[in-house]
């Protein structure tokens, strides 16, 4: 996928967050530090810094939710982060996002801490962010 392609993916997954232009995701592509791992509907994106993958976003097309492909991304990225010698995935979520937080929960993700207000949504409220990480 191109950064248009991922940016565009972005848009369409109706977050009730900032969506990062195909100009950020240019800027992430090209650095060395990132991972991407895609499949026909959605992509995972992250970054390795020693041996923990952050991962800073996962999306799946709304069309095509609830068939498994969050799962596949996931363990995907999961998988490039480990060969890349990643030992632990490190991820922030919305406490208000159940879907990922059902797909991180049930794929072995554990609450390590918690930032109060730190994601400033579209609408003017502010939500908490769960830090999880998992040992893979
Ligand atoms: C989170 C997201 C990536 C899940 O993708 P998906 O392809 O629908 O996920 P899967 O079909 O693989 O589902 C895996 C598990 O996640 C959980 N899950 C997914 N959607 C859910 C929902 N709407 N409500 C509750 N649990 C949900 C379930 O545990 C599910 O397993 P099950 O179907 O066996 O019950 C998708 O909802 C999405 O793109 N959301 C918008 C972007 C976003 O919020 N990303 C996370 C921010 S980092």
Do not use: C
Not at 12 to 34: C, F, I
Not at 37 to 46: D, P, S
Not at 115 to 123: E, P
């Amino acid at each position: 996928m191109t950064a248009h392609d991922l940016a565009r993916l972005h848009a369409a997954a109706g977050m009730n967050l900032r969506v990062w232009s195909a100009e950020e995701y240019a800027a992430l592509l090209a650095d060395p530090k990132t991972i991407v791992t895609t499949t026909e509907a959605g992509f995972a994106i992250g970054s390795i810094i020693f041996e923990d993958a952050e991962l800073l976003l996962i999306v799946v097309h709304p069309d095509h939710r609830r068939a498994g492909q969050g799962r596949q991304i996931l363990a995907k990225f999961e998988a490039a982060a480990q060969a890349r010698g990643a030992r632990t995935v490190t991820l922030e979520v919305s406490d208000q996002n159940t879907a990922a937080r059902q797909l991180y929960e049930t794929n072995a993700y554990h609450k390590v801490g918690q930032r109060n207000n730190y994601y400033k949504t579209n609408d003017g409220t502010s939500e908490h962010a769960l830090i999880l990480k998992k040992t893979l």
